[in-house]
């Protein structure tokens, strides 16, 4: 009986180890990253499948939000954000400024969005795991509906991103240009759906899983 009760001992802590061994990616973002109607087949859901059994990919995807601190929705104010900084994750990929291209939240305050983001980028860098922090450019913008502008997200935010990715020397992820080639996945103009997904999901995979092969 001690030795069933020891090989059960040792394969819980086998298991709790192996848990505490996989890589953590926190997938920070708006409606996109959120997954608008696509049930399951979000892209982190995706980018979980592609990395595997090594990896824990949890989406902190919020619709609407924005990065910049006056914006409409700040994402800064959601519980997303408190509960993936508690998560401690190892990896964090930021996929915001979509909702920032807004009249009402870009004209006004787009000088500021280069400091919020800086100091958004802080906060992971302030965490006890130290994430390694990846930035992505939204993906391209086909109708403004939403009153989303593609002028302002690839004239604009795309421009902000490229400088602060340089000066905070973090790498970035093309899903602009991952995603240009694929209009016909934007049904709404703005939201890719599962095909869509799975290309953001890939672009990423292909990026933060590079070591891994």
Request: hydrophobic letters at 40%.
């Amino acid at each position: 009986m001690k030795k069933i009760l020891l090989l059960l001992a040792l394969a819980c802590c086998t298991f709790v180890a192996e848990a505490q061994q996989k890589i953590k990616v926190a997938c920070i973002g708006n409606s996109i990253t959120f997954g608008r109607g696509l049930g399951d087949s979000t892209y982190p859901a995706h980018l979980q499948r592609l990395l595997g059994d090594g990896y824990e990919v949890r989406n902190y995807g919020v619709s609407g939000r924005t990065l910049l601190k006056k914006g409409d929705k700040p994402y800064w104010a959601e519980a997303a954000f408190t509960e993936a900084k508690a998560w401690a994750p190892d990896i964090v990929v930021i996929k915001l400024g979509t909702n920032d291209s807004k009249p009402r939240n870009w004209d006004a305050n787009k000088a500021d969005f280069v400091p919020d983001y800086k100091a958004f980028i802080a906060e992971w860098k302030a965490l006890p795991s130290h994430p390694k922090v990846y930035l992505c450019y939204p993906v391209p913008v086909w109708d403004n509906t939403f009153t989303i502008r593609e002028s302002v997200v690839k004239g604009e935010i795309i421009p902000a991103l490229k400088k602060i990715a340089k000066q905070e020397k973090l790498p970035v992820i093309d899903l602009y240009k991952a995603l240009k080639p694929y209009q016909s996945y934007f049904k709404d103009g703005v939201h890719p759906n599962r095909l869509g997904a799975v290309k953001i999901a890939e672009a990423v995979e292909k990026k933060i899983g590079a070591k891994k092969k």
